[in-house]
């Protein structure tokens, strides 16, 4: 599959996932609309993070000539999405609730603020 087809399927997750995701900080938790929302944004999240893996790091230095410091934010992403998910159905919900504010902030925030550095398509895009 291609770099771009990659990055299509990536940005169809990814932007989805920003709305639901901000959206259950928003709404009260612990409702159906909260509990649906959050499955639906847990399953965008792996998707994206699976697609990631498959995408070549073109910025700094690489491991294996593929996996660069971004893909972190994707191998976080994997562990910390099934992990969140058992703790609120084991009741543990205030680990959830740590485990998807640093999942939001750290896969959506800042890993969505590496990908407007220079070098990375999206800065090209919106800053040319």
């Known amino acids: 599959m291609s770099y771009t087809t990659l990055m299509y399927l990536h940005l169809a997750t990814i932007l989805p996932a920003f709305i639901l995701g901000t959206l259950s900080f928003i709404l009260k938790k612990g409702t159906i609309t909260h509990k649906y929302i959050g499955r639906v944004y ?3 999240m792996l998707t994206t993070a699976i697609i990631t893996l498959f995408m070549p790091s073109f910025v700094g ?3 294996f000539n593929h996996f660069g410091w971004i893909h972190c934010f994707s191998f976080l992403t994997i562990y ?6 058992i703790a609120v159905k084991n009741g543990h919900i205030k680990r959830h609730k740590y485990k998807m504010i640093g999942l939001y902030v750290g896969a ?3 890993a969505g603020a590496f990908t407007f550095m220079p070098g990375r398509y999206m800065h090209s895009l919106v800053f040319g």
């Open 80 to 85: 910390t999405v099934p992990t969140a998910y």
């Open 42 to 44: 847990m399953v965008l």
């Open 61 to 63: 230095p690489r491991l």
């Open 108 to 110: 959506m925030l800042i």
